[in-house]
Nanobody, 124 residues
Framework: QVQLVESGGGLVQAGASLRLSCAAS????????MAWFRQAPGKEREIVAAIRWDGRARTYADSVKGRFTISRDSANNTVSLQMNSLQSEDTAVYYC?????????????????WGQGTQVTVSS
């Protein structure tokens, strides 16, 4: 089973940018659907962005479209989430996750492997 480790979280002001990174081991990111989820205090975990195993399709939550971009670096076996124009509503713990290639990449319940999460806090 693939192991995932996130990095890049932090405290920023509204309007700033952050880039989250997810390093994979025990498997290659090009063999999995990969996604970023987030969970804010008192709220359910939600899928933010996902990329299909072949890299040819991406999906985003409506709340982040046009601001966030998910990308994959097969050479370094990492997945990133570029977050621009951050808002206080983006404050959450962000998780990297992997799903078997045959599963629907845009469906949250497809994801089986999880990182430990990284905190993103946006001050207004």
């Amino acid at each position: 089973q693939v192991q995932l480790v996130e990095s890049g979280g932090g405290l920023v002001q509204a309007g700033a940018s952050l880039r989250l990174s997810c390093a994979a081991s025990g498997g290659t990111v090009s063999s999995y659907a990969m996604a970023w989820f987030r969970q804010a205090p008192g709220k359910e975990r939600e899928i933010v962005a996902a990329i299909r195993w072949d890299g040819r399709a991406r999906t985003y939550a409506d709340s982040v479209k046009g601001r966030f971009t998910i990308s994959r670096d097969s050479a370094n076996n990492t997945v990133s989430l570029q977050m621009n124009s951050l808002q206080s509503e983006d404050t959450a713990v962000y998780y990297c996750a992997a799903a078997p290639a045959a599963y629907a990449y845009h469906v949250g319940s497809s994801y089986r492997s999880w990182g430990q999460g990284t905190q993103v806090t946006v001050s207004s």
